[in-house]
């Protein structure tokens, strides 16, 4: 079982920038691919990046690319987002998720995630 806390989001002007990160429970973090989606009110949940285990593969949703940053420390069990550049249609709840180890890039389908967090809200106003 792995428990996942994500830090408080926040509002942010346009153009501007926010970290937000997630620490896990447990002592097998390295185990476990590490996903962030979001979801916009009315949307379905979507994919924004994902890393994994070892932090050697990392994927981004062509929306986010070269603008968002997925990073992780496994001595200290989290997963961050580094987020730059922000535009309005970035606004949404953004939630981390943990996948057991199954292929060497990890996956960018939410039904291959085993654990959520709660989700934190980040708006971005123009």
């Known amino acids: 079982q792995v428990q996942l806390v994500e830090s408080e989001g926040g509002l942010v002007r346009v153009g501007g920038s926010l970290r937000v990160s997630c620490a896990a429970s447990?002592?097998?973090?390295?185990?476990?691919?590490m996903g962030w989606f979001r979801q916009a009110p009315g949307k379905e949940r979507e994919f924004v990046a994902a890393i994994s285990g070892s932090g050697r593969y990392r994927r981004y949703a062509d929306p986010v690319l070269g603008r968002f940053t997925i990073s992780r420390d496994n001595t200290k069990n989290t997963v961050y987002l580094q987020m730059n550049s922000l535009k309005p249609e970035d606004t949404a709840v953004y939630l981390c998720?943990?996948?057991?180890?199954?292929?060497?890039?990890?996956?960018?389908?939410?039904?291959?995630?085993?654990?959520w967090g709660q989700g934190t809200q980040v708006t971005v106003s123009s």
């Open positions: 447990g002592r097998t973090f390295g185990t476990y691919d």
């Open positions: 998720a943990a996948a057991l180890v199954r292929a060497l890039v990890p996956s960018t389908k939410s039904s291959d995630y085993d654990y």
